[in-house]
């Protein structure tokens, strides 16, 4: 299956939209979003999909407490109070402005990126090749973003933006780290989502919690042609996910694996914003099953 790409028309409507985002409602605005990247107009009334449900979710249930959970740097000491602080990866410093970052500092290898983005990562594997200026352009750019106001996910409004440095890993590949992004309803972790190559050809495969593959594709292409084993310490990432996501209708936990060794990577409280193309579109609906509604 190939990657779905958005066709001239809809970028235009896309980026006129978000002129519009001011003057028109937030639920018309998101409904308009909605259709023009998942396909189909969201009943936002009586929700039933995956995607219509996480809409509804920012709409009828604010929890501002969750801006402390999707900023990268103030949910690492919460979560190392929940489930340990050996599943934590190791800070090297956390920075009010990209002008702040001491890069003298920063071991040769490392990964820097701004505390409230998504995929605008500086990934460093030797500080004497790095291109410094377009590593901070890299950074503003991603800094910048405001998930709250153009995607209407409320958390990033209460979040802190700044910016983190961490350590660099790479798991049993020696190149890449695997995401396990578990979809987790009420404390219960259903669907694992194991993100892969991201950095060539970003693919996607997606598994029960028995580890059985699911011919599903979610927005990036499947890459069923890799055959991935379930992770040895499996269930232990399980309880990891469920800990994490307790008393929560719908939260994503991202989780990493290095030679047996857990790590947290992050909470999503909106994968994909609630606008990811399912194929088939069954499963948006049997995602949807597992989000109650208050």
């Not at 890993?169 to 995401?179: G, R």
Request: glycine fraction near 6%; proline fraction near 4%.
């Amino acid at each position: 299956m190939k990657h779905y790409k958005i066709n001239p028309f809809k970028t235009l409507a896309l980026k006129i939209l978000d002129y519009l985002d001011s003057i028109l409602s937030v639920s018309l605005y998101l409904k308009i979003k909605f259709y023009l990247r998942v396909g189909y107009w969201p009943d936002l009334k009586n929700p039933q999909s995956f995607n219509e449900k996480l809409q509804w979710l920012k709409l009828h249930d604010i929890h501002p407490e969750y801006g402390k959970l999707v900023d990268k740097a103030s949910v690492k000491e919460i979560v190392g109070k929940i489930i340990g602080e050996e599943y934590i990866i190791p800070t090297y410093g956390i920075y009010n402005t990209i002008d702040d970052i001491d890069w003298s500092q920063l071991p040769s290898r490392f990964v820097l990126k701004s505390t409230c983005d998504s995929g605008g990562v500086v990934i460093c594997k030797d500080k004497e090749a790095l291109d410094i200026s377009v590593s901070i352009k890299k950074l503003k750019k991603a800094g910048e973003k405001d998930y709250s106001r153009f995607n209407k996910e409320y958390p990033y409004k209460y979040a802190s933006h700044k910016y983190i440095a961490e350590s660099y890993i790479t798991d049993e590949s020696d190149y890449e780290l695997k995401d396990y992004k578990f979809f987790c309803f009420d404390g219960v972790p259903r669907f694992v989502q194991l993100d892969f190559d991201r950095q060539t050809n970003h693919r996607r495969n997606v598994y029960d919690t028995e580890w059985n593959l699911l011919d599903l594709q979610i927005q990036f292409p499947k890459g069923h042609d890799r055959i991935f084993p379930k992770p040895k310490n499996f269930n232990e990432m399980l309880e990891v996910a469920a800990k994490l996501s307790a008393g929560i209708p719908h939260v994503r936990i991202d989780l990493y694996n290095v030679n047996g060794q857990i790590y947290f990577g992050e909470m999503t409280f909106f994968h994909g914003s609630g606008m990811e193309i399912f194929t088939p579109r069954k499963w948006d609906y049997e995602f949807g099953k597992y989000i109650q509604l208050q």
